[in-house]
């Protein structure tokens, strides 16, 4: 500038400034930097509006925002209040117990029963219809129960333990009720059963039953689909179940034993109830009773040995069945197996033995409701 004058020339809004002249003090009376400083100034505060704009939009909008902790059941209230300003939590409830659950045993759970179907199925591989065989079906049968229900178990222990933190702050912050976590994980388990016992039973089924997919009658497939069926949502529910009242994944792995080798003793294969004779065996009778593994065995069994007979046993072979008949050298129908060999009450087994099986998968959910909301979701 000429004369000592200063000049200070400035773009339009949102552009670089541009300072020219010895000094930009005299630009404004009180000098201190001027146009430089209040420009400054006014972007400072843009950005704190900005950033205060964006925190109270995502504490409204993001079900995720909240991060205080109520610590009783008193403070809930305006958490409950929240929820019903947000409306339905389940939408992103299920899809992330659907993304955990994937990624932690769902496609490893598929995965495993495909390969242990065929690796039974190769075992066990559908032959000659003697009598022998019919022994190893019993087997093979037995091995299904018992894979389809400890595997699960084991499978799903880790899943509540894994989440608790995060199901703890978000349940006392009010995002969610029990009853909607509840729901979520049964859409979620029920999806993952579906497709890990339909894995199974496709693979194992025509290999094993005695006439592939046909049979000597109609539905024997979907009779056992659903049977293994109703048994994983159960032990499903039952290893969640195990994972809520636990205080670590440590005592929760070590908790699967007793809740699976009594119900499997007791599953009819190594021995019938009948069989306890003495004063101090009765005392098995109640886990003969709530024995899952049996009821799902029986359903398997009956239908497989339905109708049909088995090849003459000569008696150079083995030939279990032909003490149960009194002219053996006419054959020996199939069912011998479950109503003499086993002594499974035919009449009751198909279909009521499924409506039993649904009855244990409503009393583990009500049981599972119970542990999350009044022992895992309990305040410390």
């Known amino acids: 500038g000429k004369g000592g004058k200063t000049t200070t020339t400035t773009k339009a809004k949102g552009q670089p400034k541009l300072l020219l002249g010895p000094s930009s003090s005299s630009a404004v009376p009180g000098g201190g930097g001027g146009l430089e400083e209040d420009d400054d100034d006014a972007e400072a505060d843009a950005t704190a509006s900005s950033s205060s704009s964006r925190k109270k939009k995502t504490k409204e909008g993001s079900p995720f925002a909240s991060s205080t902790y109520f610590s009783s059941s008193s403070e809930r209230g305006g958490g409950v209040t929240q929820r019903q300003k947000r409306g339905s939590a389940m939408p992103w409830i299920f899809s992330r117990a659907l993304t955990n659950t994937w990624r932690s045993v769902g496609t490893l759970q598929i995965r495993a029963s495909a390969g242990t179907a065929l690796f039974i199925s190769i075992l066990f591989w559908r ?19 018992i894979f389809m229900g400890v595997f699960t178990i084991n499978a799903t222990i880790t899943l509540v333990p894994s989440e608790v933190p995060t199901l703890r702050r978000e349940y006392y912050n009010g995002l969610y009720s029990v009853t909607e976590y509840l729901a979520a994980r049964l859409a979620v388990a029920g999806m993952l059963q579906t ?45 969640v179940f195990i994972g809520s009242v636990a205080p670590n994944q440590t005592v929760a792995t070590l908790a699967v034993a007793p809740t699976v080798v009594p119900p499997m ?98 009393a583990m959910l009500a049981l599972l409701a119970f542990a999350i909301k009044f022992i895992t979701l309990a305040n410390d």
């Open 127 to 145: 032959g000659q219809d003697t009598q022998r065989r019919g022994m190893l079906l019993l087997g093979a049968y037995f091995l299904s129960a």
């Open 195 to 239: 497709a890990a016992v339909l894995a199974y039973t496709v693979v194992f089924f025509p290999l094993i039953h005695r006439g592939g997919y046909g049979g000597d009658g109609e539905g024997e497939f979907l009779r056992a689909y659903l049977a293994l069926l109703l048994l994983g949502l159960f032990a499903n529910f039952l290893g």
């Open 265 to 362: 003793m007791c599953a009819g294969y190594f021995f019938h109830k009948n069989d306890l004779t003495k004063n101090i065996q009765h005392l098995i009778y109640p886990f003969w009773y709530v024995s899952y593994l049996r009821y799902t065995f029986y359903i398997l069994v009956v239908n497989e040995f339905r109708g049909g007979s088995f090849e003459v046993c000569d008696g150079e072979d083995y030939c279990p069945f032909n003490n149960y008949v009194t002219h053996p050298e006419d054959g020996v129908q199939h069912d011998v197996i479950a109503k003499d060999y086993l002594a499974i009450p035919q009449g009751t087994v198909l279909p009521y033995f499924y409506f039993v099986l649904l009855g244990f998968v409503g």
